[in-house]
């Protein structure tokens, strides 16, 4: 197994992974591979945001939608002397 150092570790950061491998039963080391295994485990294999909004639009006709009417742009405020 390959090993892994890091540096500059924030003793905030330190404290709060040891509390949180203390409510989880286990060392800072193990809390450390936990957090790590699922940060890069690999995405679901189901569909990502962007797909899931363009399958529940895809069948909308855009000449259907209403176009809004413009009005004039306002003028900008002048300022009172």
């Known amino acids: 197994m390959a090993s892994l150092t890091i540096r500059n570790f924030d003793d ?11 409510q ?10 936990e957090i790590l295994r699922r940060a890069v485990q690999a995405p679901s294999s ?8 363009h399958r529940r639009f895809a069948a909308l006709d855009v000449q259907d939608l ?9 003028l900008p405020a002048t300022p009172k002397d």
């Open 24 to 33: 989880h039963g286990w060392s800072m080391e193990q809390e450390a591979r």
């Open 66 to 74: 209403p176009v809004p009417k413009r009005r004039t742009a306002r």
């Open 12 to 22: 905030e950061l330190k404290a709060r992974l040891r509390l949180q491998a203390a």
């Open 46 to 53: 189901g569909p990502g945001f962007a797909q899931t909004i």
